[in-house]
T-cell receptor, first 112, second 115 residues
Framework: AQKITQTQPGMFVQEKEAVTLDCTYDTSDPSYGLFWYKQPSSGEMIFLIYQGSYDQQNATEGRYSLNFQKARKSANLVISASQLGDSAMYFCAMRGAYKYIFGTGTRLKVLA | GAGVSQSPRYKVAKRGRDVALRCDSISGHVTLYWYRQTLGQGSEVLTYSQSDAQRDKSGRPSGRFSAERPERSVSTLKIQRTEQGDSAVYLC?????????????FGPGTRLTVL
């Protein structure tokens, strides 16, 4: 069975600091993809970053980077230089054979 | 912009009634997903369809959930005999392709409250 676990229900970070949001996963699929989405109060899920299970390098997209540790089955999101607009819910997701599953999310609050 | 839209944004239904939620996906996108998002439980996929096969795969064991796709970029999620436990945010998402690991674009969701 596939499972995504986000153990941090809420996080605070000071503006301009870096923050790491944790995500661990479990799957028996040999090939899978890992995603992070941001959900602001408006409700839309905004794609941030993707990591394929066979990718050798950690994915990076601007201020977002994914710390992928395959042996530990973790895919933590690192946000550098936090901004007030980063305050939102963040969801880790995994795509296996045909479907996505999501974690329960982490609410990030950036403090001025 | 031409993103994914959903209607209504809010829906209140009496227990036992059927409801229909609409999703207008991005033109040209092949695959369309419906998710149910509940606080503290994350999101689970309910169904997805590919425009070529009009396939509806329900992830829900009860079978009360189904999706119709009358047009390539339109989908309707139908929930039969609603239960209070169906109260949640229902998210629609579409992706350009299926297979592989294609980014999904999400709509703003419909918040359903079953009384």
């Amino acid at each position: 069975a596939q499972k995504i676990t986000q153990t941090q229900p809420g996080m605070f970070v000071q503006e301009k600091e870096a923050v790491t949001l944790d995500c661990t996963y479990d799957t028996s699929d040999p090939s899978y993809g890992l995603f992070w989405y941001k959900q602001p109060s408006s409700g839309e899920m905004i794609f941030l970053i993707y990591q394929g299970s066979y990718d050798q390098q950690n994915a990076t997209e601007g201020r977002y980077s994914l710390n992928f540790q395959k042996a530990r089955k973790s895919a933590n999101l690192v946000i550098s230089a936090s901004q007030l607009g980063d305050s939102a819910m963040y969801f880790c997701a995994m795509r296996g054979a045909y479907k996505y599953i999501f974690g329960t999310g982490t609410r990030l609050k950036v403090l001025a | 912009g031409a993103g994914v839209s959903q209607s209504p944004r809010y829906k209140v239904a009496k227990r036992g009634r059927d409801v229909a939620l609409r999703c207008d996906s991005i033109s040209g996108h092949v695959t369309l997903y419906w998710y149910r998002q509940t606080l503290g439980q994350g999101s689970e996929v309910l169904t997805y369809s590919q425009s070529d096969a009009q396939r509806d795969k329900s992830g829900r064991p009860s079978g009360r959930f189904s999706a119709e796709r009358p047009e390539r970029s339109v989908s309707t999620l139908k929930i039969q005999r609603t239960e209070q436990g169906d109260s949640a945010v229902y998210l629609c998402a579409s992706s350009l392709l299926d297979g592989g690991y294609n980014e999904q674009f999400f709509g703003p969701g419909t918040r359903l409250t079953v009384l």
